[in-house]
RNA sequence: GACCCCAUCGUCUAGAGGCCUAGGACACCACUCUUUCACAGUGGAGACACGGGUUCGACUCCCGUUGGGGUCGCCA
């Protein structure tokens, strides 16, 4: 039987680290067995579902990409199999009417917690007769879960787990306005899709015991549950936007690429060996679900952003540059020309080995582009003193008596000059840095110099050297 | 509180009883390279939670303790 995997997300926020490699794994497994990648929107909750959310899923998955391979089934779509499926269970007695309002259960709960006893529904209408049904309230229809024996799952990751049937209470499978909840649905979904295997966070492994029941009720074979450990924040807990969790799309806007974030979420949680710097071509060859971590594991954005760094510096410089371009254009207010362009491509090998993210290489590619005079930054402007201005003066008529303009040329002269003047290296190249470049950090100067060309050097060491 | 799960450097992890003097990666600290910042390279510091078993031999298996996490909704 060809493998069938699912990311179930609820759209009630954005895609976050968690779901997304959630999403992976299932993309990975389909990929490595040769089978299907689903997806599917678990929208029951009409109040909490929404547009935007499902839109953030699904950019979010085709940024990474881990776009579905069939389109998205929606939930709340197949309501009415849901329903027709907890008439089949009402009819075979596997479930039951409660008549117990909201405001009763609350009180039900509470009173358990202050007694300190576990809260569950205490099967008040289990085996009622229907006939004391209280007038003008509509029922909700609960699961009839076995009061004995075990339940046992065998799991993908977490081995064989069991539970005790009476630490189990009768779930609400159709709510008092007659939708399902998500315990049915997902049942009756991951049936009718064929999932065979259902790979997601550990936080669903209380609910697999549940499921699993249903399952049985409908003498339905369940598919095979793997229950991924959870990312934790930096602290150790469930993440959460408490640590700042944030959408998919906000690492899109920092600057990380979906390679790296890929890459990265792989790491958590599975391993191949001492691999490190891998391919989703060589993770979905290697991926096996047996080799899934049982322990949760925390974020790292350290880490997340020295893997972007290399991804970045590993990036076609074409590529670079289209990614740029935009914020470019932006920044300088301008649209790219031909000649920016052509500094920018040839600076860039140069300009990405040292960016960590893109917005950094946005950052630092920004001298390429702007135009003359430059705005210097705090720092260069406190650094760029009187004898900055007197080296950079002598050095003028050498830089302009030149034909050759390369930047092996320019940085022989460079070396010849401070041979003549006794001045160290730093002493020309840090003011010629500020003047070309308006910053104290860059690629090196002498490849600058010639990136820019003799007149735009020329002119930039004139602007810096002109008297305020 | 009840139930379930987990436990190797600060973090992510390798480790399937002898291969372990516990390996790699990030971060950290030195040094090398060097016109700045990076990159790169070399080296360093850094962990098997604890206690019992089992075994000729436990990081690896079993039990307990401790610690951490998750779940207990007409949310998903």
């Not at 399902?180 to 991951?190: H, I, N, R, W």
Request: aromatic residues 8%; proline residues 5%.
């Amino acid at each position: 039987m060809s493998v069938v995997t699912r990311f179930a997300p609820s759209p009630t926020g954005f895609l976050h680290l968690g779901g997304a490699r959630t999403a992976l794994f299932n993309w990975l497994y389909a990929r490595h067995t040769g089978g299907k990648y689903l997806l599917r929107i678990e929208d029951t909750d009409r109040k909490r579902s929404t547009p935007e959310a499902i839109n953030a899923i699904l950019d979010g998955l085709e940024w990474l990409g881990l776009s579905p391979d069939e389109t998205p089934v929606y939930q709340f779509s197949r309501r009415e199999r849901h329903a027709e499926v907890a008439a089949q269970l009402l009819e075979h007695g596997h479930a039951y009417r409660c008549y117990c309002t909201p405001e009763e259960l609350a009180e039900m709960r509470q009173k358990a917690k202050t007694e300190k006893r576990s809260v569950r529904y205490d099967g008040t209408w289990r085996d009622r007769d229907p006939a004391d049904a209280p007038e003008g309230i509509e029922p909700v229809v609960r699961f009839r879960a076995p009061r004995s024996g075990k339940t046992i799952i065998k799991d993908a990751v977490q081995g064989t787990v069991t539970i005790d049937n009476s630490d189990l209470d009768d779930l609400i499978m159709l709510r008092a306005d007659g939708t399902p909840t998500y315990m049915l649905s997902v049942v009756v979904d991951d049936y009718d899709m064929r999932v065979t295997h259902a790979i997601r966070g550990d936080d669903h492994l209380t609910n697999a015991f549940r499921q699993t029941q249903i399952f049985q009720a409908m003498d339905w074979q369940p598919p095979i549950f793997a229950h991924i450990p959870l990312i934790h924040g930096p602290d150790g807990t469930k993440l959460s936007k408490r640590h700042g969790a944030l959408g998919i799309e906000a690492y899109r806007e920092m600057g990380y690429l979906p390679e790296a974030m890929l890459n990265y979420l792989c790491r958590l949680g599975w391993s191949h060996g001492d691999d490190e710097f891998f391919s989703m071509d060589e993770a979905s060859s290697w991926f096996e679900i047996a080799d899934v971590n049982k322990g949760a594991s925390r974020i790292d954005f350290d880490k997340l952003t020295n893997l972007n760094a290399k991804y970045i510096d590993a990036s076609p410089n074409e590529r670079l540059l289209n990614l740029i371009a935009p914020d470019i254009e932006k920044r300088t207010g301008k649209p790219l020309n031909d000649e920016t362009r052509r500094r920018l491509s040839e600076g860039m090998n140069s300009l990405k080995q040292r960016a960590q993210k893109v917005s950094e290489l946005i950052d630092n590619s920004l001298f390429y582009c702007v135009s003359r005079p430059l705005d210097y930054s705090e720092k260069a402007t406190r650094n760029f003193d009187y004898a900055s201005r007197s080296r950079l003066s002598s050095l003028l008529p050498k830089f302009a008596a030149v034909d050759d303009w390369t930047q092996d040329v320019l940085e022989k002269l460079v070396k010849s000059h401070i041979e003549d003047t006794g001045e160290k290296l730093g002493e020309i190249a840090q003011p010629l840095r500020i003047a070309l470049t308006g910053t104290t950090v860059s690629p090196g100067i002498f490849e600058i110099a010639a990136v820019l060309g003799k007149e735009e050097t020329i002119g930039r060491i004139e602007d810096a050297i002109a008297p305020p």
